[in-house]
């Protein structure tokens, strides 16, 4: 059982986080493309210079988040594929399905554009979060 205290708590954290986001969104605009020059130097922070390109989960940006379209686009010229959150019930285990730029999203339980149902499930070996 979540008590009110930890309800309020994470409320006022998420508006922090939120805040802290959107200045970031100011102070560094071109952010979402630096992630996709990036990618290949945080691949190999993360697995080294050895890694065989896998699953990498991004997400669709909303508001102030930076865009992950750059680094997906980056991630696809390494070989990497890539999925989305899609949410199937409100009470079950966050589920990735297979996703390329360009293919088509609809919204799903939760409202978020997401991969089509017919879209296979994938298990991500690297999650992105905004």
Do not use: C
């Not at 896998?54 to 865009?67: F, K, Q």
């Not at 360009?102 to 999650?127: H, N």
């Amino acid at each position: 059982m979540t008590e009110p205290s930890d309800v309020s708590a994470k409320a006022a954290l998420r508006l922090h986080a939120r805040n802290l986001r959107k200045a970031f969104a100011r102070e560094h605009a071109p952010a979402d493309w630096r992630a996709g020059e990036q990618a290949g130097r945080m691949l190999s922070a993360l697995f080294g210079e050895t890694q065989t390109p896998g699953v990498i989960a991004l997400y669709r940006a909303h508001g102030s988040e930076i865009d992950p379209e750059p680094l997906a686009e980056a991630l696809i010229q390494r070989g990497w594929r890539l999925a989305l959150p899609h949410t199937e019930a409100f009470d079950a285990p966050m589920t990735f399905r297979a996703w390329a730029p360009g293919e088509p999203l609809a919204a799903d339980l939760m409202g978020v554009a997401a991969p089509l149902a017919s879209a296979p499930e994938i298990a991500p070996d690297v999650v992105t979060a905004p």
